[in-house]
Structures are given as C-alpha cells and as structure tokens.
C-alpha cells in the first residue's frame, strides 16, 4: 500500500536548501510590497496583499529566520505547512510568470517558489507512484541518471548522487546548444539556459510548444525556470560541502532530473 500523503510542517523542515527558498519567498515578497508605489500595477499589490494578509505575522517569521546558526536558536516554531504557505503566494507566483523580464527581487521569488513548488510535486507524485520497494522508482527513472546516479545513491553518497545528476541533464542541453549556436567561450549555466529555451527576443532552439497562445509561453517559460533551478542547485552543491542525508529527498532531486531528460527527449531532434 501507498503512504499516504502528509502536509509538511515547516517548523519540522531540517533540509537547509528548503529553508532558504522559503525564507527567500517570504523575504522577497515583502521586498516586492514595498518597492509597489502609487500608479505601480493594482493587480501586483492586491495579490501580495491577499497572499500576506492571512499569515503576515507568520511570513514575517520566516523572512527573518537564521538558518545558519543553532537548530533550536531563532528558528520558526509556527504551525504553518509548506503546502498552505505555497497555497498562498500560487496567485502573485502565476501573475510574475506572465511577466518578462523579471526585476532580482521578482526573479529570486520566481526561482524560490517554483523550486518549492517542484518538491511539494515530486513527492507527491513519488508517494502516488511507487511501490514500497525502491527499485520500483529506479525503473521509472530515465536510463541517463540511471547510469550516473544509481550506484552513488545506493551506497549512499546521495549529494554526490544528485549533483551527477543534475551535470548530467546540463551537460545535454548544452551538448545539443552549443553545437548549433557555435560560439566561443561556449554557454553553460543560466546563459546556455536562457538561449536553449528563452523567446524574448529570439526563437527558442528547444520549445515544449507552438508558443502561440499565452498559455504555451507561460509552459515554456516554467520549464526553463526549472532548468535553471537545478543549475541554482549544482552550482551550490559544487562548491560547497553538501551532506545530504535524506534519501527521500535524494530521490525527489533524481526524479527531477529525470523529468527533465524526459521533457527533452521529446523536445529535441
């Protein structure tokens, strides 16, 4: 049988990379709330006033929290769950998703959320799916993470898992890209990003759409957000010494991953 699905307390959350997107999400909504000024866009202060009104002195909370420092020194002790906190800010999150170019301010809030957004998903989905036997879920996992993330997870080194990963999902967008674009130094990170699924300005090399519609744009626009959260992520955990000791959450990054070679099998030649 399936386990069933639970809401996450915040206050029970130890992982510190989802802390600080949620404190990110926090803090810049409220950096967003003050730059508004009068003849600024109505719509962007009322849905920042819905989303904060309800749990302002709980938001508050979390844009202040010190994740650096001591487990139970200035940490959030509310009763708030990081499903209900998503619930709240979805409105003025699918409003700046219609909007390009973003603001830094908007921009971090955009790349927070949606990488909240993402893990509430994942485990939803790995809960939904899989079998209690873990080989069930590397069945389901593309062949490409497979190969360089299976045995590092099954021994146990999970950030190394993860990160092999996500090199891996880069090293495809730019292995199809750069040969195309053929420029010099060749692209990598947000910039290889930006031109492999961007259409401001240019026409995307990889669409997941016909980009007719505001609906496919903001599609279009989501995936690349997603793609450019894991290199968020692998930059991070490349230079610094991660220790990641959950292997739930391990496999909500491979399954990750693994969606994302998915969507550009599809999407590429």
Known sequence: MN????????????????????????????????????????????KLNKAITHFREEFENLASINIEIGENDNRYYGELSLERFIQEFTDFYELLGNISPLGEEESRFFIAFSYLQNRIDTRKR????????????????????????????????????????????????????????MVNPKLDGDRLM???????????????NDLITDEHKDEQRGIMNLFKGIV???????????????????????????LLMRLLDNNTE
Do not use: M
Request: glycine share 2%; hydrophobic share 35%.
């Open 126 to 181: 790995i809960l939904h799916q899989c079998q209690p036997s873990p080989k069930y879920l590397w069945d389901d996992i593309h062949e490409s993470i497979k190969k360089v993330s299976e045995s590092k997870y099954q021994s146990k080194h999970y950030a190394d898992a993860v990160e092999s990963a996500f090199k891996e999902v880069i090293k495809r967008v730019k292995d199809y890209v750069n040969p195309i674009i």
């Open 3 to 46: 386990e069933k699905y639970t809401e996450t307390k915040i206050a029970d959350i130890k992982d510190k990379t989802l802390l600080w997107a949620i404190k990110d999400v926090a803090y810049y909504a409220f950096e967003i709330k003050k730059s508004i000024s009068v003849g600024d866009d109505g719509e962007w202060d009322y």
């Open 194 to 208: 930006n031109r492999a699924f961007g259409f401001e300005n240019q026409e995307p090399i990889i669409k997941f």
């Open 232 to 258: 968020g992520i692998r930059n991070r955990k490349a230079h610094e010494n991660i220790i990641l000791e959950d292997p739930l959450r391990a496999l909500e990054y491979l399954a990750t991953a693994s």
